[in-house]
């Protein structure tokens, strides 16, 4: 039987959110700085408070009115279970990412995602899903591959929403340990730090709708590209 015929529970679902946004999922998260390594030869990141000060300025500028944005709209698509929405949300993924690395890893953790989602879960919207990265009429970016998953799987929206924005801060808080370093304990304290602006940023991402989607971030697609030519990198984008 599938579990997820059933309404989940509480911790049910707490549960869910913890999977898919472990850091341990086999996705390849791990492998991809976003742009920070960039930022960090360049001199531009360089210590705790610099680092909090990205960290808060990608979650404010750039994940809110891309990615986590894109989440929140892939999840209603899949409510309503409208294809057509969500292959065009998709589309303009492919678009908006102007740096080749950060578009290609998109579609690689986005592929991955769902492959290992397609093993776990019986449900026909999903396999279509699926269909259509196999005949190349999807990229499956992850953003979308998330908030349709998390839709499935019935996670309230606004907590689906609020994990992504929390597994990208720590996301980033890992990288910036390694790259500029820090210590665990600042990385902890950035983290912590971020939380009260991760709820608030969740809050009004729920009130954007889809002309919103795409707000440039100009500074750090440069980077992003930039990155392709660095002298020595440790990540991949």
Same mark, same amino acid.
């Given at each position: 039987?599938?579990?997820?015929?059933?309404?989940?529970?509480?911790?049910?679902?707490?549960?869910?959110?913890?999977?898919?946004?472990?850091?341990?999922?086999?996705?390849?998260?791990?492998?991809?700085?976003?742009?920070?390594?960039?930022?960090?030869?360049?001199?531009?990141?360089? &210590?705790?408070?610099?680092?909090?000060?990205?960290?808060?300025? $990608?979650?404010?500028?750039?994940?809110?009115? &891309?990615?986590?944005? !894109?989440?929140?709209?892939?999840?209603?698509?899949?409510?309503?279970?409208?294809?057509?929405? #969500?292959?065009?949300?998709?589309?303009?993924?492919? !678009?908006?990412?102007?740096?080749?690395?950060?578009?290609?890893?998109?579609?690689?953790?986005?592929?991955? /995602?769902?492959? #290992?989602?397609? !093993?776990?879960?019986?449900?026909?919207?999903?396999?279509?899903? &699926?269909?259509?990265?196999?005949?190349?009429?999807?990229?499956?970016?992850?953003?979308?591959?998330?908030?349709? #998953?998390?839709? /499935?799987?019935?996670?309230?929206?606004?907590?689906?929403?609020?994990?992504?924005?929390?597994?990208?801060?720590?996301?980033?808080?890992?990288?910036?340990?390694?790259?500029?370093?820090?210590?665990?304990?600042?990385?902890?304290?950035?983290?912590? &730090?971020?939380?009260?602006?991760?709820?608030?940023?969740?809050?009004?991402? $729920?009130?954007?709708?889809?002309?919103?989607?795409?707000?440039?971030?100009? !500074?750090?697609?440069?980077?992003?590209?930039?990155?392709?030519?660095?002298?020595?990198?440790?990540?991949?984008?």
């Amino acid at each position: 039987m599938n579990k997820n015929t059933t309404k989940p529970t509480e911790l049910g679902s707490l549960i869910e959110i913890l999977h898919i946004t472990d850091p341990t999922l086999p996705i390849g998260g791990f492998s991809h700085s976003n742009g920070l390594e960039t930022y960090v030869q360049q001199n531009l990141v360089k &210590n705790a408070s610099s680092t909090q000060e990205f960290v808060e300025s $990608m979650l404010k500028n750039n994940y809110k009115y &891309n990615d986590a944005l !894109a989440v929140k709209l892939a999840y209603e698509f899949t409510v309503e279970k409208n294809m057509d929405e #969500i292959l065009k949300l998709d589309n303009e993924c492919q !678009a908006l990412k102007a740096p080749r690395e950060v578009r290609e890893a998109s579609q690689k953790l986005g592929t991955r /995602l769902i492959k #290992i989602y397609a !093993a776990l879960l019986v449900d026909p919207f999903l396999n279509q899903i &699926n269909e259509h990265i196999e005949q190349k009429e999807m990229q499956g970016h992850y953003s979308v591959i998330y908030g349709i #998953i998390t839709s /499935l799987l019935k996670i309230d929206k606004e907590k689906s929403t609020c994990a992504f924005l929390y597994n990208a801060a720590v996301a980033m808080v890992t990288n910036a340990v390694k790259l500029v370093p820090l210590g665990q304990t600042d990385g902890q304290q950035i983290i912590y &730090n971020v939380q009260g602006l991760i709820e608030d940023i969740t809050s009004e991402i $729920m009130e954007l709708n889809s002309e919103m989607l795409g707000v440039c971030n100009t !500074a750090l697609d440069i980077k992003c590209m930039q990155h392709e030519h660095l002298y020595s990198r440790l990540y991949m984008s």
